[in-house]
Nanobody, 120 residues
Framework: QVQLMESGGGLVQVGGSLKLSCIAS????????MGWYRQAAGKQRELVAH???????TYGDSVKGRFTISRDYAQNTVYLQMNSLQPEDTAVYYC??????????????WGEGTVVTVSS
């Protein structure tokens, strides 16, 4: 099993910045891609950013140019630098990871979430 722990959420004003961190522990030898999703009140969970095991990044359309995902492979940590935050970025942000404990098994893991609130 892989456990994920997020940190870095909080309250920020419009135009401000926050950096989220997510540390993976447990069966990290099977860790593959990692990413961030968010869920605003009354809305579905959506992709924010994703980074493959090889470092390829993908972003949701609403955060392109403002958010940057990065990964420290040695520390089993994924980061999300969020700049130019807007009220619509207010949500619970969840860390996500894929692991492949065997050739035929792909597992999905989620953190408990960290709250980001952007005030106008």
């Amino acid at each position: 099993q892989v456990q994920l722990m997020e940190s870095g959420g909080g309250l920020v004003q419009v135009g401000g910045s926050l950096k989220l961190s997510c540390i993976a522990s447990g069966n990290i030898s099977s860790l593959n891609a990692m990413g961030w999703y968010r869920q605003a009140a009354g809305k579905q969970r959506e992709l924010v950013a994703h980074i493959s095991d090889g470092g390829k990044t993908t972003y949701g359309d609403s955060v392109k140019g403002r958010f940057t995902i990065s990964r420290d492979y040695a520390q089993n940590t994924v980061y999300l630098q969020m700049n130019s935050l807007q009220p619509e970025d207010t949500a619970v942000y969840y860390c996500n990871a894929l692991s492949r404990p065997s050739d035929t098994v792909l597992e999905v893991h989620w953190g408990e979430g960290t709250v980001v609130t952007v005030s106008s």
